[in-house]
C-alpha cells in the first residue's frame, strides 16, 4: 500500500469495506490505521472470508448467484475463493 497523502491525522471514524484482501501485506493497513486513527476513533473494517473449500465456495456461489451467466458464475467463483483471507492471515 502506497503511503498517503490524507489531508490530516487524527479521524474521529475511519470505515474500510472490502480492501484488506487486496493488499499484498495486510501490516500496512494496520499501520496506516495506526497512523491517521486519533484518540478513541472508531473503525470499522468489514472484508471478505475465504471459504474453507472450494466445494463450499461453490455452494455459496450458487446460492447467491445461480441466475447469473456462466461466465459471471466461473469468473466469480475464481476471484472469491482466490483473494480472500483466512483469519490467520489477518490476525496479526
Given at each position: 500500500?502506497?503511503?498517503?497523502?490524507l489531508p490530516r491525522q487524527g479521524y474521529d471514524i475511519i470505515f474500510s469495506n472490502s480492501l484488506l484482501h487486496?493488499?499484498?501485506d495486510p501490516s500496512a493497513l494496520w499501520k496506516t490505521l495506526l497512523k491517521y486513527?486519533?484518540?478513541?476513533?472508531?473503525?470499522?473494517?468489514?472484508?471478505?472470508?475465504?471459504?474453507?473449500?472450494?466445494?463450499?465456495?461453490?455452494?455459496?456461489?450458487?446460492?447467491y448467484a445461480g441466475n447469473e451467466p456462466e461466465i459471471k458464475r466461473v469468473f466469480g467463483?475464481?476471484?472469491d475463493?482466490?483473494?480472500r483471507l483466512p483469519i490467520d492471515e489477518v490476525a496479526a
Open positions: 500500500m502506497p503511503d498517503l497523502d487486496h493488499l499484498l486513527a486519533g484518540p478513541g476513533a472508531r473503525i470499522a473494517l468489514m472484508d471478505l472470508l475465504r471459504p474453507h473449500s472450494k466445494q463450499q465456495a461453490q455452494a455459496l456461489l450458487n446460492t467463483l475464481v476471484i475463493f482466490d483473494t
